[in-house]
């Protein structure tokens, strides 16, 4: 299970291997800790997720995009597109994606399909 304290490479290395880059799972796994503990805990476990969930996005488009297969395309070109951005967009709700942050379409070939046909759209200025 994915904890605010453990936001390193080696953690989101072991969390993301060999999972299909689920990030849906692992942010669920860290609500569901989160709800877990004492409202002060809470707070301040929130307070430390405000400030590391831009770093731990990042470094997860980052370890992906090193990655094989959809997944991996969709980071690379959203790394392409938005450049520093990136993890910004892919976690964003995104109004072409029916207000889904692309991030959440990753699980699924067809999703990521999706996600990549809306990068190529951005890319080139196609708006419809």
Same mark, same amino acid.
């Given at each position: 299970m994915i904890r605010p304290n453990d936001v390193s490479e080696n953690k989101l290395q072991e969390s993301f291997a060999g999972s299909g880059a689920d990030f849906c799972n692992a942010i669920n796994q860290l609500a569901?800790?989160?709800s877990s503990q004492p409202a002060m805990q809470q707070i301040h476990a929130l307070v430390k997720l405000e400030v590391d969930l831009k770093f731990l996005q990042m470094q997860a488009v980052?370890? /992906?995009s090193h990655g094989e297969g959809l997944q991996a395309e969709v980071c690379r070109q959203a790394e392409i597109v938005f450049n520093d951005?990136?993890?910004d967009w892919l976690f964003g709700q995104n109004w072409a994606l029916g207000?889904?942050?692309?991030?959440e379409m990753l699980n699924s070939d067809e999703?990521?399909?999706?996600v990549l046909?809306? /990068?190529g759209?951005?890319?080139?200025?196609?708006?419809?």
């Open positions: 569901v800790f989160i980052k370890l /992906l951005d990136a993890a207000w889904k942050a692309p991030a999703g990521a399909q999706m046909d809306t /990068l759209r951005i890319q080139h200025g196609v708006l419809s």
